[in-house]
C-alpha cells in the first residue's frame, strides 16, 4: 500500500489537531488546511456585517457569497496560513474573543454547513492534503485513506490554550480559558448536523500524556504503516 492521499484528522477545541495537521503536511509535502478558520472566518465577516445569530437566511447567503482563501503565511509573526476574507488578512482577527464565542452557534447552521463543506470536498479532492476539523473523517470526507481523532481531557486542552495566548503576548484569563473551551466542546458535540464525533475507523490518539513530537511520531507510525 502506499502513503494516504487524504488524512482527514479531527478532535476538540485545543486537542492539539493544528499542530499535528501542519506538521504532517509539511513531512508529507501535502496541501494542508485547517477547516476551523474558514468557519471563523464566516462568523467574522457575520460579525462585521451585523447580523443576529438568529437571521438563518441572512447567514446562509453570506456564507455562499464571501470569499476565504487559505495561504501559505506571507509574515513570519507565528502564524501558520495566511487567511483572507474577501481579499483581507483577518488571520488574527478571527482569533479574537467575539468570534471564538459566535464560531460554534454559527457552525451549527444548515446553510453555513453546506457552503463550507462543498468547498472543503472540491480541495480533497484535487489535492493531496491533510484536512482537520470536527467532521472531516464522518461527513466531508468519508473516504479519507487514514482518520484521526485527537482529543485530550478539557484541563489539559485549557492549559495548553492558556499558555499559546501567554506565548503571543495576551493576557489571558484560566478560568474563561476553560469556560470556553467547554461551552465549545457542548455545541460542537451536541448539534445535529455533523456533530463532531469520531469516525468509526478513526484511530483515537488521547494527547493527555503525550507531547506534540510524540503524537506526530504516533501518527507517522500509521501513516507509514499503511
Ligand atoms: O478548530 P477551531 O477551534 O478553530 O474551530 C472553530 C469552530 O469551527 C469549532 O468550534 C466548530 C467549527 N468547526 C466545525 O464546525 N467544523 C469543522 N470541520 C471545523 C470547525
Known amino acids: 500500500m502506499g502513503l494516504p492521499k487524504t488524512i482527514a484528522i479531527d478532535g476538540t477545541a485545543g486537542s492539539g489537531k493544528s499542530t499535528l495537521g501542519s506538521l504532517l503536511a509539511e513531512a508529507l509535502g501535502y496541501l494542508y488546511l485547517d477547516t476551523g478558520v474558514m468557519y471563523r472566518a464566516v462568523t467574522l465577516a457575520v460579525i462585521k456585517a451585523g447580523l443576529s445569530l438568529d437571521d438563518e437566511s441572512a447567514i446562509g447567503e453570506l456564507a455562499r457569497k464571501v470569499r476565504i482563501d487559505v495561504r501559505p503565511p506571507s509574515i513570519d509573526d507565528g502564524r501558520d496560513v495566511d ?87 495576551e493576557t489571558p484569563d484560566f478560568n474563561a480559558v476553560l469556560a470556553s473551551l467547554k461551552n465549545r466542546d457542548k455545541i460542537d458535540s451536541n448539534r445535529e448536523i455533523a456533530p463532531l464525533k469520531p469516525a468509526e475507523d478513526a484511530y483515537i490518539i488521547d494527547s493527555d500524556n503525550l507531547n506534540i513530537c510524540q503524537v506526530f511520531e504516533t501518527a507517522k507510525a500509521l501513516i507509514y504503516r499503511m
Do not use: C, F
Open 83 to 169: 487567511v483572507l476574507l474577501d481579499d483581507e488578512d483577518v488571520t488574527w482577527e478571527i482569533r479574537q474573543d467575539d468570534v471564538n464565542a459566535w464560531v460554534s452557534p454559527v457552525s451549527t447552521q444548515r446553510a453555513v454547513r453546506d457552503a463550507m463543506t462543498e468547498q472543503q470536498r472540491r480541495i480533497a479532492q484535487e489535492n493531496n492534503v491533510v484536512m482537520v476539523g470536527r467532521d472531516i473523517g464522518t461527513v466531508v470526507i468519508p473516504d479519507a485513506d487514514l482518520k484521526i481523532y485527537l482529543d485530550a481531557s478539557l484541563e489539559v486542552r485549557a492549559h495548553r490554550r492558556y499558555q499559546e495566548m501567554l506565548e503571543r503576548g
